[in-house]
């Protein structure tokens, strides 16, 4: 498998992975919408000031992309932090570690940059391997608190991390 930085002629595949990723039924039981909202959600932080070019991944088998996630500038109050997602991976190939792989060189590539936390909201089972934990027990607040443990992040340095609400980027607050 290759990792590698995110291209703007990525961008129609990468569509595809995500509406592919994220077509099957919700937490909730309910139908995902069509084209699932990760997508738009996509384009609109490709597209933002809060894009970051190097955090924006693409993993290849075989010269074909089946993974993607992006990571953009986020908040702590008026602290930078990052937000990563959507991450998607390809159904065909899921469980195959690449998703955990994406996650990895993200904070990998994020730590190198001198940035100190990066926040999300999913499992806490599949993102506490990798060091999450609820954002809460850093002292980060959710932007909706109905999220709960599922809003999390991660410190990426012994130094102190910044406290308070968590901003994601602007497409985030348009959905």
């Known amino acids: 498998m290759l990792i590698r930085a995110f ?24 139908p995902a919408a069509s084209p699932p909202i990760e997508v738009g959600l996509n384009t609109a932080l490709l597209d933002s000031v809060e894009f970051i070019p190097e955090l ?6 075989d010269r074909a992309a089946v993974g ?7 908040w702590i109050g008026d602290r930078p932090a990052l937000g990563l997602g959507p991450i998607g991976v390809d159904p065909g190939v899921q469980r195959g570690g690449i998703g955990s ?13 001198g940035e100190r936390v990066v926040a999300l909201l999913g499992d806490p089972v599949y ?25 999390q992040a991660v410190r990426l340095d ?13 497409p985030f607050t348009e959905l």
């Open 101 to 113: 792989a994406l996650v990895r060189e993200t904070l990998r590539l994020a730590a190198g940059r």
């Open 127 to 151: 993102y506490g391997r990798f060091g999450f934990v609820p954002s809460t027990e850093l002292g980060i607040v959710a932007p909706e608190p109905a999220w709960g443990a599922y809003f």
């Open 56 to 61: 924006a991944l693409v993993a290849e088998l």
């Open 7 to 30: 291209r703007d002629a990525d961008r129609e595949v990468v569509d595809r992975l995500l509406a592919e990723a994220f077509s099957g039924p919700q937490p909730d039981g309910s």
């Open 68 to 74: 993607y996630c992006i990571t953009t500038r986020g």
């Open 158 to 170: 012994q130094a102190e991390a910044p406290v308070g609400a968590f901003r994601y980027a602007a």
